[in-house]
Antibody
């Protein structure tokens, strides 16, 4: 059973870059045509899709975050990562990594537990 | 961008009640609509995919219907463990959007 685990700093200063990693266990990130995604949730608010990388090589980002986001894959480490530049307090959120259903594109049936990132000086 | 709306934003119900939540897309998304349940402090859980298909292991009291722009999510008989927030989510034309959520709490 594939499992996902987010990791990274819990505190980032304004204007700096938020960097998170999602480690995939129980399966290879290279197997299958999956969408590996990042989704975030500000405290007390709803879910916001950040972007995905498809089949380990093709990223696509939310238009509202596109200028600041990079999602990439490291197949040797069985990980994918998120970088968000020029962060502000509005980027404070729980960040989840996900994988989609093997038969349904972008229906997220596997989620990490989430990692809370606070943007503050 | 495709926008998603949900109604109501919250509702109070009793155990055994039938609960219905609606989700509307700003343009035709065929049946590319999924439903999730989220409990406090937990990651969301996929319940329904492609508008009406029950995810493996999800109780049959949950159901979904609709296509195009209008979708419905139903809990046929609310159970104590169903008090949570429910989100719809669309995937169409490469982009993903979540609805704002509906919180179901105890009456």
């Amino acid at each position: 059973q594939v499992q996902l685990q987010e990791s990274g700093p819990g505190l980032v200063k304004p204007s700096q870059t938020l960097s998170l990693t999602c480690t995939v266990s129980g399966g290879s990130i290279s197997s299958g045509n999956y969408y590996w995604s990042w989704i975030r949730q500000p405290p007390g608010k709803g879910l916001e899709w950040i972007g995905y990388i498809y089949d380990t090589g093709n990223p696509y980002y939310s238009p509202s975050l596109k200028s600041r986001v990079t999602i990439s894959v490291d197949t040797s480490e069985n990980q994918f990562s998120l970088k968000l530049t020029s962060v502000t307090a509005a980027d404070t959120a729980m960040y989840y990594c996900t994988r989609d259903h093997p038969e349904v594109t972008n229906a997220y049936d596997i989620w990490g537990q989430g990692t809370m990132v606070t943007v503050s000086s | 961008d495709i926008q998603m709306t949900q109604s109501p934003s919250s509702l109070s119900a009793s155990v055994g009640d039938r609960v219905t939540i609606t989700c509307q897309a700003s343009q035709d998304i065929s049946n590319f609509l999924n439903w999730y349940q989220q409990k406090p402090g937990k990651a969301p859980k996929l319940l329904i995919y492609d508008a009406s298909n029950l995810q493996t292991g999800v109780p049959s009291r949950f159901s979904g219907s609709g296509s195009g722009t209008d979708f419905t999510f139903t809990i046929s008989s609310l159970q104590p463990e169903d008090f949570a927030t429910y989100y719809c989510q669309q995937y169409d034309n490469l982009e993903v959007t979540f609805g704002p959520g509906t919180t179901v709490d105890i009456k």
